[in-house]
């Protein structure tokens, strides 16, 4: 159990952030805080003095805190990158994780490594779980484009549709590309010809 | 010299061209190299991409690589220069109401003048990255009594109209964007200060060039390739067309096309890529830069001097790019500050002509003075 760790996890989508803060406060035991506005993001985590901050890798926002960790003397700051002595092992895994962390200066590594392991574990399921969401909504589009891509060829050409299928597919394998955009070309042209 | 492969991080720019035209073009494929890109978002994670060996190779900001040689911002592994990716791309500006009491000047000394005149007692500056050119330029033309804040450029635009900021310097194309949101006006072009501004770098973690030196020759021929296409002016649209693409910008063309084909800033290019030993890693411009950042963190200017200096691999790029045809100069550094004109220097090929290097003020950094 580590023993309040006040941390600030700066996240737009409600329910990443909220994931994320459960898992911190329930496991690890800290005080959390998501910020979800990035505006005056320096002034805010002046304010709240956080010892911690998660961020998304993905935020442009990332720099602003940046600013901040110099604002105290860039010798003598105030906050440091985590992985701090360049610990690339553990930055390499948040940086698979997809977050970033920002940690005080004096705060005891093994009260923090566990907290940091944890937000990487659960920005890391976040992140397969938009990658696998993502992936499914792709297949799902191509799916629809390749159905219409047939349709227009049973139509215009009169085949049933295993043959318009396979003529589609004969076509990409032709062509060195993939079903779908092959499908897509012809949905495009078939609108333009009206 | 097939089957190299290297992975290397950009940030959505227009001075990102060099990459991604040496990708898309075919600049890479030519060498033999599989040119992967990854898109960073901030400059933060541009950098920890590299020191975690993400990727091995970054279009980085010059001051980003001279600060972690002087031993400022986090203690991450090294990184080194290999050559210099873009001269100016800066866009200096301010917010429309301060633009409109400063208009119809158009040299820096005056317009600093007005502008101190104008503006309130401490002008709030707003600048993509801690270590930057921009900060840079204008600490140089407005002196160190200003209030230096770090604005995502995709959000200079929003900073301007909340009143967050009173200036601006940023990259292309995010100075345009305020300009056609109306929330600001570009005042001057980056090199209106500072004529042969370094913008950015192609980075490497120290070391890695020497690890795998055919992938560092083929990422810096398909660059300096890139760079050369990049300044013949009848390809700069073709170019605005790549970067807008979603993959990449994805931004409308034209906004990407102004500060490429010289709507920006009156005579003169407002970014260049090639001409001029543009891509040349002076160790005078790693010098000056370290001179700089140094007077603004209050550190001793001799050794970040020497620190800034040593990670402009001079020797990298004449072992690396002589055969592919680039002209090399006698020397690895020069007086930084005293050219008005192009001009003619020694050099192998005996074709070298230097753009103007001259500071607006006419400050002049010698490396040996150091």
């Known amino acids: ?194 | 010299m097939s089957g190299l492969a290297i992975r290397a991080a950009y940030v959505p720019l227009v001075d990102a061209a060099p990459l991604i035209v040496a990708r898309e073009l075919g600049f890479a494929a030519d060498e033999g190299l599989a040119l992967d890109l990854a898109q960073a978002r901030s400059w933060a994670s541009l950098r920890d991409l590299l020191a975690a060996g993400a990727v091995d190779a970054a279009h980085m900001l010059a001051p980003m690589a001279v600060a972690r040689a002087m031993g400022l911002g986090p203690a991450l592994p090294p990184v080194e220069v290999l050559m210099i990716l873009s001269q100016g791309g800066q866009a200096v500006g301010a917010a429309e109401a301060l633009a409109q009491r400063v208009a119809g000047l158009t040299e820096p000394a005056p317009l600093a003048r007005a502008i101190r005149a104008a503006g309130p007692a401490r002008l709030r500056v707003g600048v993509p990255f801690p270590f930057s050119t921009h900060v840079l330029l204008m600490t140089r033309w407005l002196g160190n009594d200003i209030d230096i804040r770090t604005v995502p450029p995709p959000l200079m635009a929003q900073a301007l109209e909340a009143g967050e900021i009173d200036l601006f310097c940023v990259g292309e194309p995010w100075g345009s964007v305020a300009e056609r949101q109306g929330v600001g006006r570009i005042l001057l072009p980056g090199r209106a200060i500072w004529a042969s501004a370094a913008e950015k770098v192609l980075a490497v973690r120290s070391g890695w060039a020497e690890s795998a030196p055919d992938t560092a020759r083929a990422l810096m021929r398909a660059v300096w390739r890139a760079g050369r296409w990049l300044d013949l002016p009848a390809n700069r649209s073709m170019a605005a067309e790549i970067l807008a693409r979603p993959e990449f910008l994805s931004l409308p063309p034209e906004v990407i096309d102004r500060a490429l084909t010289g709507g920006i800033g009156g005579a003169g290019r407002f970014v260049t890529f090639h001409e001029g030993a543009a891509t040349f890693p002076w160790k005078s411009l790693g010098g000056l830069i370290a001179a700089l950042l140094a007077r603004r963190h209050g550190l001793p200017e001799g050794p970040a001097v020497t620190a800034g200096s040593a990670v402009f691999r001079t020797d990298l790029y004449r072992l690396h790019l002589r055969e592919a045809g680039a002209d090399l100069p006698g020397a690895s550094q020069k007086i930084e500050g005293t050219l008005s004109h192009p001009t003619a220097v020694a050099s192998e090929r005996g074709t070298m002509i230097l753009g103007p290097d001259r500071f607006f003020d006419g400050w002049i950094f010698d490396p040996l003075d150091g």
């Open chain 1, 1 to 194: 159990m580590t023993r309040g760790i006040d941390i600030l996890v700066v996240e737009s989508d409600p329910t990443r952030a909220r994931a994320v803060a459960d898992a911190l406060s329930a496991d690890g035991g800290c005080r959390v805080v998501i910020l979800a506005d990035v505006s005056s993001l320096a002034r805010r985590i002046a304010e709240m003095n956080p010892d911690v901050v998660l961020i998304d890798m993905e935020n442009p926002s990332r720099d602003v805190i940046e600013d901040l960790s110099l604002a105290a003397g860039p010798k003598d700051r105030a906050v440091a990158l985590f992985a701090p002595g360049g610990d690339t092992a553990l930055m390499r895994a948040a940086i698979e994780a997809g977050v970033s962390a920002y940690v005080a200066e004096g705060v005891r590594p093994e009260v923090l490594r566990p907290v940091i392991d944890l937000a990487i574990a659960q920005f890391g399921q976040m992140q397969r779980l938009r990658t696998e969401l993502e992936a499914t909504r792709r297949a799902l589009e191509e799916r629809k484009l390749i159905d219409r891509a047939k349709g227009i060829l049973m139509r215009a050409r009169g085949l049933s549709e295993d043959e318009a299928y396979a003529l589609l597919r004969k076509t990409a394998m032709d062509q060195k590309k993939r079903l779908a955009e092959v499908a897509a070309a012809l949905v495009t042209a078939a609108g333009l010809l009206g």
